[in-house]
Structures are given as C-alpha cells and as structure tokens.
C-alpha cells in the first residue's frame, strides 16, 4: 500500500506535520530542543494589510486640522483606600521585593544545581520575565524597578536591614562624571544580547544562573563602592530599558503641588533624613517631568514631611508628546532598542540562516564572527538611516534653523513607541505560544524527577492561538506607529516656525518611520523559529 503523505497542518503553529504541538494531551512534556521548532509567520493578506494601514494612518495623522490631543488629565492612585499608608510604611520596598528575590534565588539555585537539561529557571527568567516584562512596563512604567531582586539584594547587604535603605557599607565614592549616561548600561544590554542570541544562553539553565549572578554581583558592588544608586541609574540596562519606554506608560510618580516643593527648606525627598535616604538615583522628585530614572521606589514619599507627593494616572505617551528636552544617550538608546528588537526578531528567521550560511561560506569566517559582524551592521544601519532622513530633513526644510544632530536627536524620540509595540508584538507570540510550558516545570522545577502537583510529563496547549495573536501583533505595530507618528507632529509644531515648514521636514523622518513599521510587519510574516522570548 502506498503511504499516506498528506501534511496534517497544526492549528496552534500553522505548521504542517508539527512535533512539537501534536498530542497536547498527551503525557510527554516537549524535548528542550523542540525549543528551535518553527512557527508559522502572519499571513501575507495580513501583513500586507497591516502595511497599507501603517501608510494610511500616517497621513492621516498628518493632515488632520487642529490640535493634538492633551495630556493634563490625571487620577491620583493614592485616593486608592490604604495604598498610601502602605506606601509610607519602612517595610513597603522590601515586602514587595521579596517575591521577587525568592524566583531569583529559585534560578539560581535550578541553574547551579538542577538539572543541566531541562529545569524551571530558562523558562521561568525569558519566556516569562523577560517576555512579560515590556508588556509591566507599558501599562506600569518602572513597576519592575519597585520589585527589582538585584537591587532588593544590594540594598539588604548595604543597609544590613530589611526596613531601612540607609547605608550602613560602603565607601560612597562619586560616579565617575564621564560616564554619568546611559552609555555604559547600553554596552551591557548589547554585550547581553550578544550572548543570549550568540551563545545561546536562553536555553541554559546555568549560564541563565551565571548570568544573574553576575548581574546581581555588580549590583552589590556598586551599592558598596558608589554613591547612591549608581547601578540603578547608570549601569542596570533593565532599568535604562524600563526608563526609555516609560515614558510611553500611563503611570508616573509627581509632585501634588510644585509651590510646596519650591518653599521646602529641608528638601528630604532629595536629601533623605534619620529615617529616610531620599531619592536613591540623585532626582529632585519636586521637579519630576519625566519617568525615564525615577525607579518608582517611593522612598520619596516615606522622606517627604509635606506629604507632598503622588503616584498618577494618566494618558499614555505623556512624556514623549510633553518632550521639550532631548539627550544624545537616550535618543541613541531610542534607536538601539529598535535595532535590537528587530534583530532578535530576524534570527529566528530563514532569510537570517541563509544569510549567515552565505557569510560562512563566502568569507571562511566562523559562526560567531559572522554572527558578531551581521548584528554590528544591524546595529548601525538604523542609526546611519535615521541620520541620513534628518539630513534630508534639514535640506527640505532649510528655514526650521535646525542642525542635522540636532534634528536626529529630537525625532529619535518618535521611534520609542515603535520600538515598543514591535516588542510587545514579538514577545506576544514567545509568551502566548511558549508560556505554558511553566506548567509541567512548576511540579519539577529542578528537573530531578519530581511531581508535586501532577503536572510533569505532561504537555499544554498555547495560551492563545496563533491566528488570535497574528491579528494582536500586527494591531500592536500599527498602534506603536501612529503613536510614533503623533509624537514626531507634535516635535514638529514646537519646533518649526509654520505647519507648511513642519510638514516639510517631517516627511523624510516619516517615510523612515513607515521602513521601520513595514520591517517589523515583514519580520512577523517569516516562519520563526520559536526559542524564548527578546
């Protein structure tokens, strides 16, 4: 009899004669290498769609008549019943860190000793954490900052307390003023994505823990050493990643009134007291306009005498349409991270082995050579394109007065929600077709043979279905553009002479920006291949 070879086409990947999703009911949980197993890209009717919205919206957003809407509107989270007298209690940073430097401590200790092949610690630290984590700061801003294990740990061996972040330790040096940026946390988010992609990390249970140890190491010692919190601001490239998205999110720390903080003699929100260390990342939380290094750990509201300070609500991207200030670092992170996101997403793909395998083969260069090359190209490229559309900007727009590093540096900020929403797209698709996989490791998170709750050996389906988070991924980039496109039109109005002018000098940075959305709708539509989440 002749064989049967029709392909059975998997309604959770969309990939014909799937393993890995072929008996989620059955009794075996997915081999750790079934982690490289392909899923299906967006559909190109989809894709395309999403394409012709990105460039219909854009001119729509353009040519509107009228202002652009407001960002006064606020909702003071402290008329929340308890939550403030929750907040001013010693013990309130460390009562919630603790869940969190419990897990950590659970990586470390899966990663160092559990099993080498399979435990709960990869999945538990970038299919959940990593994933989830840009998904917190997008409708919680620096939330992660308040619940941080690194600088929960830190803080405990400094202060030798658990209710008190007064430094009983260290040496309290200055920083040093050269490096007082965000230059030296972008190096390391570099150098981790270099390992997590290059060597593979994510789907190592002790280099995960190495990782972390050394992460959580250099938080201590810099607590030790350094003034403040040195790591927090300079060197935590989570925080600095956190800080540049968070000033897309609906949730800030500010003053209740400015006047009181303007005629406050002791200024212990900023100084600290007996009781209290004042802002820990050198902030004048009386003047607070921007998320980017507030850490949300509230010891300004514990220091403050006044009670003068609140935790608000309010409408999104707040302090990108409200930017009047713009600084090299963070307009080169704005652009980093777009790179980053975008190349994450293109190694997953087959244009990318077929890439690598041309290099390998053309150059005679190694795997990691050539990998080290293409993500140095896939770094620069943006920043080189972005440059190249404020240079043009400039020419069309002669009148505006503006320099060409000036003109980037402004409008970088308009990439922030794109790079944003292409994250959450991507991480969308790891954390919904990967997360169940925490199931089966919940009853044996060491990999020893356990079963505490009657979940091992056992496989789940998805959390949501691939066509569900196809439409969500594009939806999402759509979104982060117009969003973008807002942003750029009200840098423009502040910062040209007329609309006529503005409009000029918009369209070269805006055809980049509609490149930068088609890519990512691009990315989406390529066969991945599913490892864990950016």
Same mark, same amino acid.
């Given at each position: 009899?002749?064989?049967?070879?029709?392909?059975?086409?998997?309604?959770?990947?969309?990939?014909p004669n799937c393993a890995m999703h072929s008996s989620v009911a059955g009794t075996t949980v997915p081999a750790e290498g079934t982690a490289m197993h392909r899923m299906a890209g967006v559909p190109p009717y989809l894709a395309a769609g999403g394409i012709v919205l990105i460039i219909l919206v854009?001119?729509?957003?353009?040519?509107?008549?009228?202002?652009?809407?407001?960002?006064?509107?606020?909702?003071?989270?402290?008329?929340?019943?308890?939550?403030?007298?929750?907040?001013? #209690?010693?013990?309130?940073?460390?009562?919630?860190?603790?869940?969190?430097?419990?897990?950590?401590?659970?990586?470390?200790?899966?990663?160092?000793?559990?099993?080498?092949?399979?435990?709960?610690?990869?999945?538990?630290?970038?299919?959940? /954490? /990593?994933?989830?984590?840009?998904?917190?700061?997008?409708?919680?801003?620096?939330?992660?900052?308040?619940?941080?294990?690194?600088?929960?740990?830190?803080?405990?061996?400094?202060?030798?307390?658990?209710?008190?972040?007064?430094?009983?330790?260290?040496?309290?040096?200055?920083?040093?003023?050269?490096?007082?940026?965000?230059?030296?946390?972008?190096?390391?988010?570099?150098?981790?994505?270099?390992?997590?992609?290059?060597?593979?990390?994510?789907?190592?249970?002790?280099?995960?823990?190495?990782?972390?140890?050394?992460?959580?190491?250099?938080?201590?010692?810099?607590?030790?050493?350094?003034?403040? #919190?040195?790591?927090?601001?300079?060197?935590?490239?989570?925080?600095?990643?956190?800080?540049?998205?968070?000033?897309?999110?609906?949730?800030?720390?500010?003053?209740?009134?400015?006047?009181?903080?303007?005629?406050?003699?002791?200024?212990?929100?900023?100084?600290?007291?007996?009781?209290?260390?004042?802002?820990?990342?050198?902030?004048?939380?009386?003047?607070?306009?921007?998320?980017?290094?507030?850490?949300?750990?509230?010891?300004?509201?514990?220091?403050?005498?006044?009670?003068?300070?609140?935790?608000?609500?309010?409408?999104?991207?707040? @302090?990108?349409?409200?930017?009047?200030r713009f600084k090299w670092d963070e307009a080169v992170l704005a652009v980093v991270l777009l790179a980053l996101t975008s190349f994450h997403g293109l190694t997953m793909t087959p244009a990318w082995f077929r890439m690598t395998n041309l290099l390998r083969a053309d150059l005679g260069l190694g795997?990691?050579?050539?990998?080290?090359?293409?993500?140095?190209?896939?770094?620069?490229?943006?920043?080189?394109?972005?440059?190249?559309?404020?240079?043009?900007?400039?020419?069309?727009?002669?009148?505006?007065?503006?320099?060409?590093?000036?003109?980037?540096?402004?409008?970088?900020?308009?990439?922030?929600?794109?790079?944003?929403?292409?994250?959450?797209?991507?991480?969308?698709?790891?954390?919904?077709?990967?997360?169940?996989?925490?199931?089966?490791?919940?009853? @044996?998170?060491?990999?020893?043979?356990?079963?505490?709750?009657?979940?091992?050996?056992?496989?789940?389906?998805?959390?949501?279905?691939?066509?569900?988070? /196809?439409?969500?991924?594009?939806?999402?980039?759509?979104?982060?553009?117009?969003?973008?496109?807002?942003?750029?039109?009200?840098?423009?109005?502040?910062?040209?002479?007329?609309?006529?002018?503005?409009?000029?000098?918009?369209?070269?940075?805006?055809?980049?920006?509609?490149?930068?959305?088609?890519?990512?709708? /691009?990315?989406?539509?390529?066969?991945?291949?599913?490892?864990?989440?950016?």
């Amino acid at each position: 009899m002749k064989a049967d070879t029709t392909a059975v086409i998997c309604k959770y990947c969309g990939m014909p004669n799937c393993a890995m999703h072929s008996s989620v009911a059955g009794t075996t949980v997915p081999a750790e290498g079934t982690a490289m197993h392909r899923m299906a890209g967006v559909p190109p009717y989809l894709a395309a769609g999403g394409i012709v919205l990105i460039i219909l919206v854009s001119h729509l957003v353009l040519s509107r008549r009228g202002g652009l809407p407001g960002t006064r509107f606020r909702v003071n989270l402290f008329r929340i019943p308890g939550l403030k007298a929750a907040v001013r #209690r010693p013990w309130f940073p460390f009562t919630l860190q603790a869940t969190s430097v419990t897990l950590f401590l659970l990586v470390l200790a899966t990663g160092f000793f559990g099993s080498s092949r399979v435990n709960i610690g990869p999945v538990l630290t970038w299919t959940w /954490w /990593w994933a989830l984590l840009i998904f917190l700061v997008l409708f919680f801003g620096k939330a992660f900052c308040s619940v941080c294990p690194w600088e929960g740990l830190s803080s405990l061996v400094s202060s030798l307390s658990v209710s008190s972040r007064i430094k009983k330790l260290g040496f309290e040096r200055p920083w040093p003023r050269r490096l007082r940026n965000i230059y030296p946390a972008m190096a390391l988010f570099i150098l981790l994505t270099w390992f997590e992609l290059g060597l593979d990390i994510t789907r190592s249970p002790l280099l995960t823990a190495v990782m972390g140890l050394a992460f959580v190491s250099l938080a201590v010692v810099t607590a030790l050493v350094f003034e403040r #919190r040195a790591f927090c601001r300079y060197l935590c490239l989570v925080g600095r990643i956190q800080g540049i998205y968070a000033m897309f999110s609906p949730v800030e720390l500010r003053p209740d009134s400015a006047d009181v903080c303007r005629t406050c003699r002791g200024k212990e929100c900023y100084r600290g007291s007996e009781t209290a260390v004042g802002c820990p990342t050198s902030l004048f939380p009386g003047a607070l306009k921007e998320n980017t290094y507030c850490t949300l750990c509230t010891e300004c509201v514990r220091a403050c005498p006044k009670d003068n300070l609140r935790i608000n609500l309010r409408p999104f991207a707040s @302090d990108l349409l409200a930017k009047v200030r713009f600084k090299w670092d963070e307009a080169v992170l704005a652009v980093v991270l777009l790179a980053l996101t975008s190349f994450h997403g293109l190694t997953m793909t087959p244009a990318w082995f077929r890439m690598t395998n041309l290099l390998r083969a053309d150059l005679g260069l190694g795997p990691r050579p050539v990998f080290t090359l293409l993500m140095l190209l896939m770094i620069l490229a943006p920043i080189l394109l972005f440059w190249g559309a404020a240079w043009a900007s400039v020419r069309l727009a002669p009148s505006g007065g503006l320099t060409v590093g000036r003109t980037f540096r402004m409008f970088a900020y308009s990439v922030i929600p794109i790079a944003l929403f292409y994250h959450l797209a991507h991480n969308s698709m790891h954390f919904f077709m990967e997360g169940q996989h925490l199931v089966p490791l919940l009853s @044996d998170p060491f990999g020893w043979g356990w079963d505490l709750f009657g979940t091992a050996g056992r496989s789940y389906p998805p959390l949501l279905t691939l066509r569900t988070i /196809w439409w969500m991924q594009v939806g999402l980039i759509v979104v982060g553009h117009v969003f973008g496109v807002v942003v750029a039109d009200r840098i423009a109005l502040r910062s040209y002479p007329d609309r006529r002018t503005a409009l000029r000098a918009l369209a070269p940075l805006i055809g980049t920006m509609v490149l930068y959305s088609s890519f990512s709708v /691009w990315l989406i539509a390529q066969p991945m291949a599913m490892r864990t989440g950016m």
